[in-house]
């Protein structure tokens, strides 16, 4: 078989309801002409009762070209996504990777779709070189006085729990947050 990313390959899908998506047409953002699957490339799943579908539409009429992601539910009511659409295609292959776990992914896309990226984020552990000098402990752990990031001391600043700190800011053993001194 001929592997191909067009959307009317993916056509038909059947829901567990029984309804039937044979088709899916869009008018062209530019030009108005209707576009239908076989204009989009891209990848459609069926999540549960929802057919999610990222693709690009090329209008064979005025050859613009753009990106549909939507989500069609049981009873064929179309929701468009608000995901970029190279994340929400991205987030479809992982779920080409993994179809078991499609369900469970399915109230997260609701998620995701909803809330853009938290400017505060839990940056990923990195183990910096630390002072010999201990200022006390928490949650049995001594509290090194400084650490080195690049060649720079940079002093201890605060004690954050849940690990969050701000740019700029670095986080050691998850919990000790250490900041520049201003200069
Ligand atoms: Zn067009």
Known sequence: MRPTNRIDHFLPVRFKNGSV???FS???????QML???HMHGIARLLDDHLAMAATA???ACHTQFGVACVIDNEKRVRRVVLPLFLFKLYLRTLAVHPAEAAA???ALAEVAKQPAPAEAKPAPVD??????VIGRYADKPIPAHI????RTVPFDRIEADGRVNAGEYLLDGCFVYKPAQS
């Open 105 to 107: 992914h399915e109230a």
């Open 128 to 133: 910096y070189p630390r002072a010999d000098e």
């Open 36 to 38: 239908h699957a076989r």
């Open 26 to 32: 869009k008018p062209c953002v530019k030009c108005g």
């Open 58 to 60: 090329h209008c064979p």
């Open 21 to 23: 998506v044979k088709q």
């Open 148 to 151: 080195i990031v690049d060649g």
